[in-house]
């Protein structure tokens, strides 16, 4: 199984939709057994994958039991002060919604174990053994689904919170989407350099809690190393809309700058982090056009773009939009795959 | 050539009828020999080859040549043999399997509510309604009766103001048969003349000689008193007196690309395409 985190410090960079799509690719294409978990507390994944009318019932009438389990619940423990995780996993099935993937669904009180993993951090500084396991809840979890899953894709909220640092630990792999703005390319540096300093720590905290308690770590599952620090996969660009004039695309001068900078500023920033397939070059997945009209149809159908009918509300051109993403999709995945050492 | 923005805004909103003309097709290559569907004069000529000798009159030749194309195919239809027009039509617009052209990708990326096209051939329909999108584009002859139903419907419609070559008896080329055409199709006559007088017109692949245009625009109120004209994307070498009289008869502006570079033509179009893309991306129309 391979856990990848779907990550950028920008919010509104598509994000959401490119990680449901292609573990939806994922599903249908490759046939892989395919798990998204939504870290988000906006729950922008679970809203997407299983359409609001579940996502009212789910959480506003939520007083009847479902045996669903969410992040949350599986985080409970550890909101009630354990190290331990939920073992518990009951996620949406992949019969029961259009992207043909386990869900494991968000929920808006998830922000709140956020001050908890923030102390825990705190402790595992000092090489305390229970910060350190709840830090790594998310290796845990990993090990916890390993047997079901091909495949598990976390969509992950834009903070550098410890929410998020906690989600990177447990993860093998990490993308980030970007959008079409300075602010998603800048959020790019702000990783980077935020990964670089709580890694370091991360490592000397656990040299710290081997030397004073030797093997007890191993009884655990835990990182003795973070997987993310070689396992950069690259990145996705949302294209900008631009003016043209005689077919010849013009962006502005100062966007046109920004894109040329990319492939340079992600060398720099996220170098030290490729995998042993990725490359400067190989990096970038794929560029993402602007789809128009079709996302949001899309989302009130809770339906992958490739899997959009005439019975959704396709109209006109958006035929032809869905069948340009079909292209993309699979370009995305294909570069995805490459730089997980398989072929496509 | 820059375009209006009030064009690009019309279509954005889907207030615009796009028009496609024989140029329109011009671009398309055939899959079987690269050739492309004759023009007015070329496909006129190849019809007056087929007329029995003795009948192949002179007359013929110089209205083709004075460009006087309605009167010629009004000589040459009443002397060739139905059976030999339908071989002409099947020989030259459907056997050679033509692909689309640029002006026909681009028309779809601007995705009119409408598309009037007064060409025979199937090469745009076919390709609007590919795979699953052939649910979202319905296709109306004139001489149907769903035209009303379809504009008031989510599909996309695309008018076959002279008919089809999938039912080449019902074609539509001289004037005497454009009457009869339209003296038996009353309704939907009335309801393609309330679209002409309501919306924006965007002329595609025309030229101001062509017989089909001069059949839309002589008999039909193109003409409103509107502030917004309709437009026509042709060659430079208009003639100035008739772009004059078009325009105060027909409320038409002329946008115009160096007359025989039809690249030029198709980058214009694509470049109107983003235009109304990006102006709908930004307004989430």
């Known amino acids: 199984m391979i856990s990848i985190a779907m990550f950028n410090n920008k919010g509104g960079v598509g994000k959401t939709t490119l990680t449901c799509n292609l573990a939806a690719f994922s599903a249908s294409v490759k046939r892989q057994r395919v798990l998204v978990v939504d870290c988000d507390p906006q729950c922008n994944a679970s809203q997407l994958i299983m359409g609001e009318e579940f996502a009212t019932d789910f959480y506003w009438n939520s007083d009847h039991k479902t045996s669903i389990t969410t992040i949350r619940d599986i985080l409970r423990p550890i909101e009630d002060g354990d190290s331990e995780i939920s073992k518990e996993i009951n996620p949406i099935l992949s019969s029961k919604n259009r992207f043909e993937v386990d869900l494991l669904p968000g929920h808006p009180g998830f922000s709140i174990v956020e001050d908890r993993l923030g102390a825990a951090w705190h402790d595992l500084l000092g090489g305390d053994i229970g910060g350190i396991r709840k830090n790594n809840w998310n290796t845990e979890f990993c090990a916890n689904v390993e047997e079901y899953y091909d495949i598990v894709f976390f969509d992950l909220g834009p903070s550098l919170g410890s929410i998020n640092r906690s989600v990177l630990i447990g993860c093998d792999y990490f993308i980030t989407p970007m959008g079409a703005d300075i602010f998603s390319i800048l959020g790019v540096r702000n990783i980077a350099s935020w990964v670089e300093h709580w890694a ?6 656990i040299g710290l809690s081997q030397q004073r308690n030797p093997g007890r770590l191993d009884n655990y599952n835990i990182k003795e190393r973070p997987s993310v620090l070689n396992g950069y996969l690259g990145y996705t660009m949302q294209q900008y809309i631009t003016k043209s004039k005689q077919g010849v695309r013009r962006p502005t001068k100062a966007y046109e700058q920004i894109i040329n900078s990319v492939p340079s500023i992600i060398e720099e920033s996220m170098g030290p982090f490729f995998g042993e397939n990725t490359s400067t070059e190989s990096a970038k997945l794929g560029d993402i056009p602007h ?9 009130s159908v809770a339906t992958p773009i490739l899997d959009l009918k005439s019975s959704d509300g396709l109209v006109g051109a958006q035929y032809k939009q869905r069948e340009d993403y079909e292209e993309i999709i699979k ?3 294909k570069n995805l795959y490459a730089n997980l050492g398989e072929s496509a | 050539m820059d375009w ?9 909103a889907r207030r615009c009828i796009v028009f496609l003309g024989a140029g329109a097709s011009a671009g398309c290559l055939s899959a079987m020999d690269g050739n492309s569907p004759p023009t007015w004069p070329r496909f006129l000529e190849n019809l007056k080859d087929r007329i029995p000798a003795p009948d192949r009159t002179e007359t013929i030749d110089s209205l083709i040549q004075r460009e006087k194309y309605l009167d010629a195919a009004e000589v040459i239809l009443n002397k060739l043999p139905a059976a030999d027009f339908t071989r002409a039509i099947r020989e030259l617009f459907v056997q050679p399997r033509y692909e689309k052209s640029s002006i026909h990708e681009s028309t779809l990326e601007i995705d009119p509510k409408v598309v009037v096209t007064t060409n025979y051939d199937d090469i745009y329909d076919a390709y609007c309604r590919t795979g699953i999108a ?14 009303a139903t379809d504009l008031r419907s989510p599909v996309r419609v695309i008018v076959k103001a002279h008919g089809c070559v999938n039912d080449i008896s019902k074609i539509v080329l001289s004037r005497s048969q454009y009457f009869r055409a339209k003296q038996e199709n009353h309704e939907f006559y009335a309801i393609l003349n309330s679209l002409f007088m309501t919306n924006t017109l965007l002329f595609l692949g025309y030229s101001m000689s062509d017989p089909d245009i001069q059949l839309i625009l002589e008999n039909s109120n193109i003409f409103s008193k509107s502030t917004h004209p309709h437009y026509a994307l042709v060659g430079d070498d208009i003639i100035p007196d008739i772009e004059e009289s078009m325009r105060k008869a027909y409320n038409i502006e002329f946008l115009k690309y160096r007359a025989g570079q039809y690249d030029e033509a198709n980058r214009c179009v694509q470049d109107l395409a983003e235009q109304v893309e990006a102006m709908r991306a930004s307004r989430l129309t």
Request: include cysteine; charged fraction near 20%; charge should be negative.
């Open chain 1, 331 to 333: 370009k995305i995945a």
């Open chain 1, 291 to 299: 789809l128009y009209s079709l996302i949001p149809l899309a989302q």
């Open chain 2, 4 to 12: 209006p923005i009030s064009l690009v805004e019309e279509l954005a």
């Open chain 2, 134 to 147: 052939q649910d979202g584009y319905n296709v109306c002859k004139y001489y149907e009766q769903h035209l």
């Open chain 1, 200 to 205: 370091d720590l991360y490592e000397n905290s």
